[in-house]
C-alpha cells in the first residue's frame, strides 16, 4: 500500500500546536479493498461540541465491506446511497467505531476533557480509519475502563451497540427462549451474550468451526447451518435474532411462540416492508432497526465487560499501514466477532 500526501493537506501549525495533517486510510471510488490507499490529508478540529480523538483502535466492520463494495442488501442501494454517494464516496474516510485518548474539545464540552480515554460510536458518519477522528460530545461514547486495551474496547462497539440497541426494545428476562441466527459475527456475539446476561435460554445458529466459539459465549445450545435447518427440528422460540438475511419473518413465524419477537438485524427491503403486515397477521412483534445510538446503551455493554460478564471478541488484529489487508479478510464474510486495526500512539501524547 502506498503513503502519498494530499496536495490540499499541507503542514501548517493547528490550534494544538502541532502539524496539521494526520494519515486517513482513504478511498475515492467504490470497490474492492484496494480502493484504500493512506494518504496524509488535513486533520480535523473540533467545532464547539466536539471532541477530537487521536486514535489508538478502531475495526472494519461488515459496514464498511457493504459502503465500499456497495454490497447491499437488494433494495436498500438506492436509499443507501442517498446517505453514502451514488457515484462516489460522500464519506471517504470509512470506520464506524473508535478507541482512543481525547486530545482537544470544542466549546461548550463539559462532559469530556483532553486526556480521556474513550470509546465511541461514530456510525453513518463514519471517519474513524486515520489517525484522529472527531466526535460530537453528544455522540454514543463510553468512558474506556483502565483494565480494558484499547483493541479490546473498541471490538466492543459495533456489535455491542447494536445487539443492545435491538435487545432493549423487547422484554427479555429469565428463561426467555431466543435464538441468534449468525451467531459468530459481531453483532452475533454480542446478541448471545447480552441475551445470557439477561437469563434468557440461548441457542445459536453457526458453522460447525465456530459452534464452540459461540458455546463458549454462553449459548445453551448451538445449531451447524452447514448440516441442520432451525426452523425444521421441532424447536420453538420467544424471540429469534437474524443476523444473516436468511431468517425473514415468512420462513421463522411458523417457530415463534404466541407474542414473540423477530430481530432483523440483517434483511432485505422487500423483508423489512413485509414484515409488518406479518407481524400484524400473527401477532407478533418485528423490529428493524436498533434505534438511535446512545451512550447508555454502549455504557451498559462496557460496564458488563469491565465485571467479566461479556468478553471482547477479537477475531484478527492488523496495523494501520495493513488497513487493505483487513478489508479483504473481513470481505471474505467469515470473520467471528471483530478484524481491529491498530494504530500507534505518538510521543506527544
Ligand atoms: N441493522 C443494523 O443497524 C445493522 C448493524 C450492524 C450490522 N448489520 C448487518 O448485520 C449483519 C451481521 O453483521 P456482523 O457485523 O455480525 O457481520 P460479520 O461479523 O461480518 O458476520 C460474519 C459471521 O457471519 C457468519 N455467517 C455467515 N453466513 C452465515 C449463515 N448462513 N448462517 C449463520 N452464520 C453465518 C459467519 O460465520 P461462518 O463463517 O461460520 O459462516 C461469520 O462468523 C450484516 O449483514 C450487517 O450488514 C446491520
Known sequence: MTTRTQPSARSRPSALGQPATMKAAVYRRFGAPDVIEIVEVSRPE???GE?????RATTVSAADHRTRSRDVPSGLLIPSSLVLGFFRPRRPILGMDVAGVIVAVGEH????APGD???VMLGSRFGGHAEYAIAAASDAIAVKPSSMSFEEAVSLVFGGITARGYLSQIAIGHGTTVLVNGASGAVGTAVVQLAKAAGAHVTGVSSKTNEALVASLGADRTIDYTNHDFTSDGATY???VD???NAPVARVHSILNAGGAVLLVAGDLRSIISARGKARRHGITVITAPGAYRSED????VDLAARGAFRPTIDRTFPFEQIQSAHRYVDTGRKRGSVVVTLASTDHE
Open 46 to 48: 473540533p467545532a464547539a
Open 51 to 55: 471532541i477530537l480523538i487521536r486514535v
Open 109 to 112: 464540552v463539559d462532559r469530556f
Open 117 to 119: 480515554e474513550v470509546l
Open 238 to 240: 420467544d424471540v429469534i
Open 243 to 245: 443476523c444473516v438475511g
Open 298 to 301: 454502549l455504557e451498559y455493554v
